[in-house]
């Protein structure tokens, strides 16, 4: 298995969890939940997006948990909702809460020649 670089997993999934935003605007944090993980949260999820995208079958849920932060999470790919140029795409149902915040988005990403995993929309 592949293993995408965790910093690119960590910036990819932060605007998937965040949903679309206005350049230049990014007051959407203060409401987000992920302005509230811990590194300890960030490494939990990407870990746990690497294993849904990487060996998840559709509809599968693949959950993250940190007792000392409180923080959660979980994840669902399916088939990727269209062709993409013969691309490796799935799509990706992210729910977030922490410090009492919750979020949920989905969206679709493809896997890279080198691996790595890239948000398409």
């Known amino acids: 298995m592949n293993h995408a670089p965790l910093p690119y997993i960590l910036a990819a999934l932060l605007l998937a969890l965040t949903g679309p935003v206005q350049a230049g605007n990014f007051r959407w944090l203060d409401s987000s939940a992920v302005r509230y993980f811990s590194d300890r949260d960030w490494e939990l999820f990407a870990e746990t997006a690497e294993q849904a995208l990487g060996e998840g079958k559709d509809g599968q849920r693949f959950e993250w948990n940190n007792p000392k932060s409180n923080s959660s999470g979980s994840m669902m790919p399916g088939a990727a909702d269209s062709a993409f140029d013969g691309k490796d795409c799935r799509r990706l149902e992210i729910e977030s809460q922490a410090k ?12 890279q020649p080198d691996g790595d995993w890239k948000i398409l929309r």
């Open 100 to 111: 009492g915040v919750s979020g949920k988005s989905t969206h679709t990403l493809c896997r």
